[in-house]
C-alpha cells in the first residue's frame, strides 16, 4: 500500500480485493481508491465520468474506487493498528452547520474472506455511530456517507499471508478495526469544525501497547524537531522530523528494511536504521512529489 494527498485528493495505490458503498463502487480489484475533496454545493450528473478524469489528471491506474466528499482534505486522519489502516475524512452537516459526509477507507493488511469483508462495513459503520454518539449528536451518519474495505496479502518470506474468516466486533480484526474507525471520526470531526486549537493538530494516529495498557502516538502534520519531538534525535542530530512516521510505509526496499515475524504471528516490516526520510533533502523532494519512490529518494543523498 502507498497514500499520499495531491491536488486536495487522497490517493491510496495498492494491489487490493475490495468492496465499496461509494462510486463505481461494488467488490471487485481495484489498484487505487481515490478521496476527492470538492466544493459543497457541487453536482454533477455523471460521477463517474468526473471521477475518471481526477484519475486520469493524477496519472492514477484504474480500476479504482471512488469518494466525494466537501470535508477539507487538510483535516484528513489516519489511523494505525497492527492489521488495519483506516483514513477518515469525517464532517456533520447537522447541528454544526458545515459541509458534512464521513468517508471511511479500511486497509486491512491481510487476506478477507467475502464474509469478513461485508462484516467489516458493519463493524466500521458501529463504530461511526458510536463516535457520533459520544461526541454528542443524535444522529448516526450523514446521507452521504461511505464506506469502503480494502484487502491487501503482504507476500513474505517471513510467514504466510494472514487470513481473517470473520470481522464482526468480537474478532481480533473486528476490534481494531472499530478502534481505528471511532478514533478517525472523532478526531476527524473535532479537526473539520474547529474543536481543537492550534496549529500542532495531529493528523496521524497510531494504536500501541505498553506494560501500562494501551494508548494513541499522535503524530503533528507540522514539523516536530529539537524541543518538540520526544523521541529527538533519535536517529541523528539536525534531522528533519516532518515525516516522524514514514508515509512510506512499508517500503519493502530491502536497503532499507526487511520483514520479520511478529510475536503473534504476522508480518511486520521493520526500519528502524533507516533515516531516510530524516534528511531535509529528501523530505522537501517527497512533498513536491508524493508519488516518488524511495529509488529516486535515496539518490538525493
Known amino acids: 500500500m502507498r497514500y499520499y494527498v495531491v491536488d486536495k485528493t487522497l490517493v491510496v495505490k495498492g494491489d487490493f480485493d475490495g468492496l465499496s458503498t461509494g462510486i463505481n463502487g461494488g467488490r471487485r480489484r481495484v489498484k487505487a481508491i481515490i478521496n476527492h475533496e470538492v466544493d459543497k454545493d457541487f453536482g454533477h450528473d455523471e460521477p463517474v465520468a468526473y471521477m475518471d478524469a481526477v484519475a486520469s489528471k ?19 486522519c489516519v489511523v494505525r493498528d497492527r492489521q488495519v489502516t483506516a483514513f477518515v475524512t469525517a464532517g456533520v452537516s447537522n447541528p454544526c452547520q458545515a459541509p458534512g459526509t464521513i468517508n471511511v477507507i479500511l486497509v486491512v493488511h491481510g487476506h478477507m474472506s467475502e464474509g469478513a469483508m461485508a462484516s467489516a462495513v458493519i463493524t466500521a459503520t458501529e463504530a461511526k455511530s458510536k463516535a457520533l454518539f459520544d461526541m454528542g449528536f443524535d444522529f448516526t451518519g450523514t446521507t452521504t456517507d461511505a464506506v469502503a474495505v480494502l484487502s491487501e496479502e503482504l507476500k513474505t518470506d517471513v510467514c504466510g499471508p494472514v487470513y481473517f474468516e470473520y470481522s464482526g466486533s468480537g474478532t481480533d480484526i473486528g476490534h481494531s478495526i472499530y478502534r481505528c474507525v471511532k478514533k478517525g471520526v472523532v478526531e ?17 494516529f497510531v494504536y500501541a501497547v505498553s506494560d501500562e495498557g494501551p494508548y494513541w502516538i499522535e503524530f503533528p502534520r507540522e514539523n516536530c524537531g ?21 508515509p512510506l510505509y512499508p517500503c519493502e526496499d530491502p536497503e532499507l528494511g526487511e520483514w520479520i515475524k ?3 504471528g504476522y508480518p511486520v516490516w521493520t526500519c528502524k536504521d533507516c533515516t531516510l526520510l530524516h534528511h531535509k533533502k529528501a523530505v522537501d523532494y517527497l512533498a513536491k512529489h508524493p508519488d516518488t519512490s524511495t529509488k529516486e529518494l535515496k539518490h538525493l543523498e
Request: include cysteine; hydrophobic fraction near 25%.
Open 188 to 204: 476527524g470531526i473535532k479537526r473539520q469544525h474547529a474543536l481543537v486549537g492550534g496549529n500542532n493538530r495531529s493528523r496521524l
Open 58 to 76: 493524477l496519472g492514477v491506474e484504474c480500476p479504482c474506487f471512488y469518494f466525494l466528499t466537501a470535508v477539507y482534505m487538510e483535516n484528513l
Open 226 to 246: 529539537k524541543g518538540k519531538c520526544e523521541y529527538y534525535p533519535c536517529h541523528f542530530e539536525g534531522q528533519d522530523c516532518t515525516c516522524c512516521y514514514c
Open 262 to 264: 511478529s510475536s503473534r
